[in-house]
Each structure stands twice: as C-alpha cells, then as structure tokens.
C-alpha cells in the first residue's frame, strides 16, 4: 500500500544550537508544522539533535524533523536564523557583531541561492543590527524579514507586572520597544492590566516597577552569569511568532522590523508593537507615548544607528 505524499509546513531552523535546538523543541510540542530541518555548520551537532527530537515524536502530533542543508530551505515556510557566535573572552562588542555578521551574510547568501520564498526571522543578536542586514542582503520585503526584537524582553515584563499585581501575565498589556538590549524602553505610559491603569491598583509602587524593569533589562545578564545562555524563553516566543505567521494570527507582538517614521525614527531595524500575519509584519503600531519614553526611543534609535554605522550597513550621521 501506498502512502501518497501531502502539502507540508516547513520550518528551517539555521544553527543548531542552544537556541535554535530549544525553538525546534517548542515547535515540535506546538503541533504548527509537518517538517522541521535544522542546519548547522557543524552538521554532526545538527544530527544529533535532530535524532533526540525525533524520538520524542510518537509523544506528540507527527512531525519530520531531520539534519539538512540549504537544498532543504529551498522550501521553507519560515526560514529561523539562530547561528551565532557568543562573545569570546577579551572580545569586544564590536568584534562580536562583526563575528556574528560574517555568519549571518554566510547564511543569507545561501538562504537566497536556494531560491527560498518564505519569510526570514531572525533571532541570534545583535538581533536588530543582524535583522536590518538580512532585509537588505536579502532584497527582500522588509515585512518578511523580522527580528525576534523585544518579543522577549516584552514577555520578561509581563511575567513581572503579573506577578507583582497577582495577574495573569496574558492580561498585561505592557511593551518594551526599541532595541533588544541595553538601550531597550519600557512603554509604562500606556501599560495597564484589563483596560486599568497601573497607577489604579493598590500595588502600585514606584520602586517597585523601576525594579521590574531592571529585572527585564539585565535578565540576560542575570541567566549567562548563572547557567551561560538563555534559551527556554526565546524558543517559546519565535514558537509564537511562527503561529501567528502561519496562522495569520494578525497577532500584536514586539518584534523589530524596519521603522519608516514611526516617532521621527526612519530606516532602521528596531521593536515596535506590530500586527504578525501570513505576510510577516503587516503594520507597525504606534501608541501613544510620553515624552520621555520618546526620548528613550530616540536614544535607543541612536545606538543602533550608530553600531550600523560602524560595521558599514548605513552611513554615519
Ligand atoms: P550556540 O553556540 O549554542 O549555537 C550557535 C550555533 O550556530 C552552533 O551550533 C554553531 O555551530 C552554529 N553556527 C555558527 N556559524 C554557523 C553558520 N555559518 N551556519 C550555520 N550554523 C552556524 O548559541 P546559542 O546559545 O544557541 O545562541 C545563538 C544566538 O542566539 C546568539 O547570537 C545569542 O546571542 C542569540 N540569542 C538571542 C536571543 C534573542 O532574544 N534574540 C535570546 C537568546 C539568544
């Protein structure tokens, strides 16, 4: 008897590690696709994992998930890209993200060669400097390129807020905009939990929320000093990027797509709540925000700016 082939759904995860085995992980579990492949530079670590997930198949709904190689992109849906270096001792900022950017302009020629048609997210970091090279190394739309951003960081936030007024996370309606990373802005004008303003609970504490945002900026740091890497968050959250994508959710998330004026800011990759939809970013949100918030994102525009300036993706100024 014969079992005839069907339409599929095809991830490709590129890079195998941490990150990207732990994505491979949520993704599986979730059920969303029929085919995950992951590709690595070290093919044998990309066997490995794709082995161990395989097992776990008959657990959960079936899914193929093999080690490949570009001809296997070719027709993926989604197109992940978690390969990257991590920052070696005596190594500087700049150092990492020139590292990280040779990887990635590697990876974006072969993802193009492969004559792929999906969509590109892009996770390892700097995630915003590496997403704005993949749009323009790419040629592609910028909606279809998208940086995981602050999807992370946004969740961290709303774990705290929901924690520290004894709330459901998912009814926190809270985001942390700009770049992933140091410079990142907390959009506490317009956070509130059902409709109500923060300032109207009794928990309100200002002490207590400039903590929270502190835990949500440093939580890399915190998580590397302890254990080395973070990847059981991230996997979750571009497991919930993939959804809304496949899906076409039309799903509110921070992620880091090209700013075209939004707040006075243009022409680069940073994070603003956006509707996620088949298409990719389909529009970029801009709410209301205080003037100091403003600042902050001026601010944060001006370190990516300046570190894509640096490595030549823009010109200074
Ligand atoms: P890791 O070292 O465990 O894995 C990186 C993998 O990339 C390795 O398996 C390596 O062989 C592979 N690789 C390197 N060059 C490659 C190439 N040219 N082609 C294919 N594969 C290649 O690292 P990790 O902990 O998985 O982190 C990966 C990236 O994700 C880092 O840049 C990290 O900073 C980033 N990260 C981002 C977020 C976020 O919120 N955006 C969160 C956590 C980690």
Known sequence: MNVEETGTTR????????????????????????????????HERAVGEAMDLSHGVPFV???????????????????????????????????????????????????????????????????????????????????????????????????HIGRHFRVDPRSVHAYIVGEHGDSEVALWSSANIGNVPLEQFEAYDEAALAQIFEETR?????????????????????????????????????VSTLVQGEYGVEGIYLSLPCVVGAGGVLARLSPPISSDE?????????????TLAEVGLVRDG
């Open 11 to 42: 991830v490709a995860v590129i890079g195998a590690g941490l990150v990207g085995a732990t994505f491979a992980y949520a993704l599986m579990i979730s059920g969303l696709v029929s085919e995950i492949v992951l590709v690595d530079a070290d």
């Open 61 to 159: 709904r079936n899914v193929q998930v093999w080690a490949g190689d570009y001809d296997d992109v070719r027709d993926a849906d989604i197109t992940v890209i978690t390969a990257g270096a991590n920052q070696k001792p005596g190594e500087t900022r700049l150092d990492l993200v020139k590292r990280n950017l040779a990887i990635l302009r590697d990876i974006i020629a072969r993802v193009t060669a492969s004559e792929n048609r999906g969509i590109i997210v892009v996770v390892a970091n700097p995630v915003d400097v590496l997403a704005y090279a993949a749009w323009k190394l790419s040629g592609l739309p910028a909606g279809r390129v998208i940086g995981s951003g602050t999807i992370l960081d946004t969740a961290r936030f709303r774990h």
């Open 218 to 254: 440093t939580a890399a740091y915190q998580i590397i000093n302890r254990k080395r890497a973070t990847y059981y968050a991230i996997g979750l959250g571009v497991t919930r990027l993939v959804e809304a994508i496949l899906h076409d959710q039309r799903s509110v998330l921070s």
């Open 294 to 306: 403003i600042a902050g994102l001026h601010a944060s525009a001006g370190v990516l700016r300046a």
